[in-house]
């Protein structure tokens, strides 16, 4: 497993780049062509780089993307990559570029020429989350080498870049979890590396099978009781604004955001078992999870002045003597009684009594639910977007435009009642899953049942998003870490206190 190495910022010194080794990158505004750095560049390299703007090739490049020379006469470089980024470019599109130096990134670093570009910081935090490496090779790969990058202002650069240091720590902790092998994570495994968090500051609490009997989650046990990893429920609170002034001038605790993550280590699908084929991915089944575990890191590594309370609750889904049954009847903490038509919705089980939970203890102001829950909002969406359902479409809007903001894809998804009898059940309250059509709909209209009415509330589906076939912008092929991002921007637009 492979960080990328801290990016250093400097000053930019036009005397230092014909000497540099590995990798040359300069931000290039193509409205505005080189600059000072840019044209002593060009001047060492004999007029490549002119030449390469005057190209067609670069005439159509995007935003974020890269033009390279290989191996340019007159520097020690292997390779000058001009990148286009207009100075007025957005976040994602500074990402973008940033990705395109990582892509790229070698033993020998890179020298990222940014001269005054406002979006400098932007730049290297994509660098960084395009880094990121994660496998089990028992052959050595070699390191990234140092990665500089020249500004006109560094110190004020680094400031801003501060805090895109705690987030992309949250990303790393969410992908790190999501490609573990259930083998290495299991539910004790992932418990322990959350409570080892109460070094950043977090409250955590590790509920064990006999509390969770004792306070009647039998939808969730029921889950786990076929596995030999026991089941947990892991609480971990981040206190940032303990207390606010209600109208009376008293000071009163603060509601907090609740974030509910779906943790099945492992899902085989129970007793209605899965295919083989493909079945090694359900290692990500605890992809919710992972992402709250990553927002609550976030969090209390910027020590955000909110208050969050993050709930997961952990089981692996087996099929041996023990295991829940097709047509079984479980209650949940709710008190509702749940027909389990197929052992494959385990999901659903988990997050309801999780769910209930949060708000029976601690009344949030709001609350969102992250879980790859089905295939079939990648039937409906593909890998391009998450599916957002909710009870509140103020409150989905805020999430939306937090994603939107951050360059994760999401999509609102609809939530009406007209689904609610395909999970009608004949012997139960409610039964687990509603057949084919509509699946992620009727999944998120069973979960809608243990939110109370006064409750904001999202569920978000983050199947498709959270270990897409293929690699990103912002990440190699593996897990993307989708939602901290998000979800970190959401507290600091909607749950911090505006300065002033």
Not at 207 to 210: G, R
């Given at each position: 497993m492979t960080h990328p190495v801290a990016i250093q910022f400097r000053e930019t010194d036009p005397a230092a780049l014909a000497a540099r080794e590995g990798a040359i990158a300069l931000l290039v505004d193509p409205g505005a062509g080189l600059g000072a750095a840019g044209r002593r560049l060009d001047k060492l390299a004999r007029g490549a780089l002119s030449r390469a703007l005057a190209s067609e090739a670069w005439g159509k490049a995007k935003p974020g993307?890269?033009?390279?020379?290989?191996?340019?006469?007159?520097?020690?470089?292997e390779r000058v990559m001009l990148i286009a980024l207009p100075r007025r470019a957005g976040v994602e599109q500074a990402r973008k570029a940033g990705a395109a130096v990582a892509?790229?990134?070698g033993p020998k670093g890179a020298l990222i020429v940014a001269?005054?570009?406002?979006?400098?910081?932007?730049?290297?935090?994509?660098?960084?989350?395009r880094a990121y490496r994660f496998d089990y090779h028992t052959a050595e790969k070699p390191g990234f080498g140092p990665v500089e990058m020249m500004v006109a202002k560094p110190e004020e650069v680094a400031r801003r870049a501060a805090p895109h240091a705690a987030l992309a720590e949250g990303v790393f902790f969410t992908r790190d979890l999501v490609n573990e092998p259930a083998n290495i994570l299991t539910t004790d495994d992932f418990a322990a590396r959350l409570a080892a968090m109460q070094e950043l500051g977090l409250e955590v609490e590790i509920?064990?099978?006999?509390e969770l009997e004792r306070l009647g989650m039998r939808a969730l046990l029921g889950v786990g009781q076929g596995s030999a990893s026991p089941s947990k429920v892991v609480v971990m609170q981040w206190k940032g604004l303990p207390e606010e002034e209600d109208s009376c001038g008293v000071a009163r605790p603060v509601a907090p955001l609740a974030l509910v993550g779906k943790g099945v280590c492992f899902d085989t699908g129970?007793?209605?078992?899965?295919?083989?084929?493909?079945?090694?991915?359900?290692?990500?089944?605890?992809?919710?999870?992972?992402v709250v575990a990553g927002v609550m890191r976030t969090l209390a590594l910027r020590k955000a002045r909110a208050n969050v309370v993050g709930l997961v609750g952990l089981v692996e889904n087996m099929p041996d003597g023990a295991a829940q049954r097709p047509g079984d009847i479980v209650k949940s903490m709710k008190g509702d009684t749940i027909e389990v038509i197929n052992t494959d919705a385990e999901g659903r089980l988990v997050l309801a009594d999780v769910l209930w939970y949060a708000q029976e203890r601690f009344a949030p102001a709001a609350m969102i639910d992250l879980a790859t829950l089905t295939g079939a909002i990648i039937v409906a969406l593909g890998h391009e977007h998450a599916g957002v359902f909710t009870n509140d479409d103020g409150f989905a809007?805020?999430?939306?435009?937090?994603?939107?903001?951050?360059?994760?894809?999401?999509?609102?998804?609809?939530?009406?009642?007209?689904y609610d009898p395909l999970i009608k059940s004949r012997l139960a309250d409610i039964k687990n899953t509603g057949g084919r059509w509509g699946g992620s709909i009727t999944a998120?209209?069973?979960?809608?049942?243990?939110?109370?009415?006064?409750?904001?509330?999202?569920?978000?589906?983050?199947?498709?998003?959270?270990?897409?076939?293929?690699?990103?912008?912002?990440?190699?092929?593996?897990?993307t870490g989708w939602g901290v991002m998000t979800l970190d921007r959401l507290v600091?637009?909607?749950?911090?206190?505006?300065?002033g």
């Open positions: 993307e890269a033009l390279e020379i290989g191996y340019p006469a007159g520097l020690a470089a892509k790229g990134l001269e005054g570009h406002p979006r400098a910081a932007e730049v290297a935090f994509g660098l960084a989350l509920l064990e099978e006999a129970g007793i209605s078992i899965k295919p083989a084929a493909g079945m090694e991915e359900m290692t990500m089944d605890m992809g919710g999870a992972a809007h805020e999430v939306l435009k937090a994603a939107k903001a951050e360059g994760e894809g999401a999509w609102p998804m609809p939530l009406t009642p007209a998120a209209a069973f979960l809608k049942r243990f939110v109370k009415d006064e409750t904001p509330w999202c569920h978000i589906d983050i199947a498709g998003v959270a270990l897409p076939p293929g690699e990103t912008t912002l990440a190699p092929k593996g897990a600091r637009e909607r749950f911090e206190p505006k300065e």
